[in-house]
């Protein structure tokens, strides 16, 4: 499995855009790139997935350069309710072997 | 219906007594995942089933033994437990796309609160 490398923290203004990287250099070609999002004391949620070029939808935007090590999120115009933890996680299509990273902890100021 | 439901929320409980914690989903989803998770950390993979058989078994502890009565249903029986397995029990299924195209979304419960005395 590929290992992920986030930063610990970052804090960011409301209403400005954030983008989290995540490095995983072993990245193999089956592997599948997602994001969760958890707010304390509640499970992850599915925030978005992709596996290469740039992936959009409601909440955020995946970019993913050619090489596939690394990827950033991108989350347009935070509020203080995007303040949470964010994991990047690396796994192959048929295997459930999920292994957590440490996490970026996102705080908003207003 | 897009949800997890985990019961109970809260447990807490002696390192004599035996518990259980109940995930269901009505997704349809053939994998189902126990995970464990401390204060300030990422959650730790215990367990996955898959169409009802268990898949993985992370070396966890016999005092921890999980339990799948059908596809909907996970169940996690818990058995003189110590004060360090007190943390966050979170549930999950997915679609399991074992062979497929396409990443395997996981969905989370929102989790039972462990509180071993």
């Known amino acids: 499995l590929a290992k992920t490398t986030q930063p610990i923290s970052m804090d960011s203004y409301e209403g400005q855009e954030v983008n989290i990287t995540c490095s995983h250099n072993n990245i193999a070609t089956n592997d599948y790139i997602t994001w969760y999002q958890q707010f304390p004391s509640q499970g992850p949620r599915f925030i978005i997935q992709?596996?290469?070029t740039k992936v959009t939808n409601e909440v955020a935007s995946l970019f993913i350069p050619a090489d596939r090590k690394s990827s950033t999120l991108s989350l347009p115009r935070v509020s203080l309710s995007d303040t949470a933890v964010y994991y990047c996680l690396v796994g192959d299509t048929g295997g459930f072997k999920t292994i957590f990273g440490a996490g970026t902890r996102l705080f908003v100021k207003a | 219906d897009t949800e997890v439901t985990q019961t109970p929320k809260h447990l807490v409980m002696g390192m004599t007594n035996k518990k259980s914690l109940k995930c269901e989903q009505h997704m349809g989803h053939r994998a189902m995942y126990w995970y464990k998770q401390k204060a300030k950390k990422p959650p730790e993979l215990m367990f996955v089933y898959s169409y009802e058989k268990l898949s993985i078994n992370e070396s966890v502890p016999s005092r921890f033994s999980p339990e799948c009565p059908n596809s909907s249903l996970l169940n996690l029986h818990l058995h003189a437990l110590q004060p360090e397995d007190s943390a966050l029990y979170l549930c999950a299924s997915s679609q399991d796309r074992s062979g497929l195209a396409g990443g395997d979304t996981q969905y989370f419960g929102p989790g039972t609160r462990l509180t071993v005395l």
């Open positions: 992709g596996y290469k």
